[in-house]
């Protein structure tokens, strides 16, 4: 039995369903929408069934429609609500976010270990740590002035597409730094065909040319690709993390932080197999 019929019970609905929630966690800054599907146990299958869609069309295509049908519902319905949040309520919906990815770890875990776990894999996830803390820190410096161009739309759509493909890398975080999270949200909403044209070509180009390769990591590299994307995961979070407040606030805050947590682990529990 291939990979793909692993999740044939899941169903349209639910598929779909999970589909919304990865779609919400590639558009929420900090989090990723590959590290959520890992969690969900869908990762793996997915990729799966995209470098196999010429040999097993009519499998691949039941599982990926319904994911990406949610996918892109998720982008697009929470991108509506995720402008007015960021700007009034922005540490909140960080932690409440941040819960969700704490509460998806020990899925994430069990996946990557998998095979067995090897002290060497601390060496990829360091690495990777490096290198997130590297590369946050570059686009928050290169922030560009006034309209996007077309070469910023095509990067913007590159970044969308690494943080969709490879776990661990928050899209929408590192679009945030480059200060043009906002601008591609409210072009988005506004079906400013122009930027989604643009955006939709980098996103392509980048995901053509990652996909077999993640393929390939995954399964000659298992462990070490897994716990390099924990690294990029730990760097993205260290970089979002709003700080702590005082007094309601806190509170609030870490009630959300832990409603988050509790859900996630929940979710991931009856859903991973």
């Known amino acids: 039995m291939n990979k793909i019929d692993l999740k044939a019970d899941l169903g349209f609905l639910k598929l779909f369903l999970l589909g919304i929630i990865i779609g919400i966690a590639s558009i929420t800054p900090g989090l990723s929408g590959g590290v959520i599907a890992v969690s969900l146990g869908l990762y793996t299958v997915a990729i799966d069934a995209i470098v196999n869609i010429r040999k097993q069309f009519k499998k691949s295509f039941a599982f990926l429609f319904p994911l990406c049908l949610g996918a892109g ?15 009034h309520y922005e540490v909140a919906v960080i932690y409440l976010f941040m819960g969700l990815v704490l509460g998806s770890l020990p899925s994430f875990f069990k996946e990557a270990a998998s ?57 929408s975080f590192l679009l945030l730094q480059m200060g043009v999270y906002d601008k591609l949200i409210t072009a988005f909403l506004g079906f400013n065909i122009g930027v989604i044209f643009w955006v939709g070509i980098g996103f392509v180009i980048v995901s053509l040319l990652t996909i077999k390769l993640v393929h390939m990591a995954l399964n000659k590299f298992h462990g070490q690709t897994y716990f390099a994307a924990f690294g990029f995961l730990v760097s993205s979070m260290i970089c979002v993390f709003p700080g702590f407040q005082t007094g309601t606030a806190l509170i609030i805050n870490l009630l959300l932080f832990a409603a988050g947590t509790a859900f996630a682990y929940i979710l991931m529990k009856k859903t991973v197999k």
């Open 73 to 87: 519902i998720g982008i697009i319905s929470f991108g509506i609500v995720m402008k007015p949040l960021l700007e």
């Open 115 to 171: 095979g067995g776990f090897r002290i060497i894999y601390i060496v990829p996830m360091l690495i990777a740590f490096c290198v997130g803390m590297l590369l946050s820190g570059t686009i928050n410096s290169a922030k560009p002035e006034g309209e996007m161009s077309m070469l910023t739309l095509l990067i913007s759509g590159g970044i969308f597409s690494v943080g969709m493909i490879i776990p661990g890398i928050s899209s």
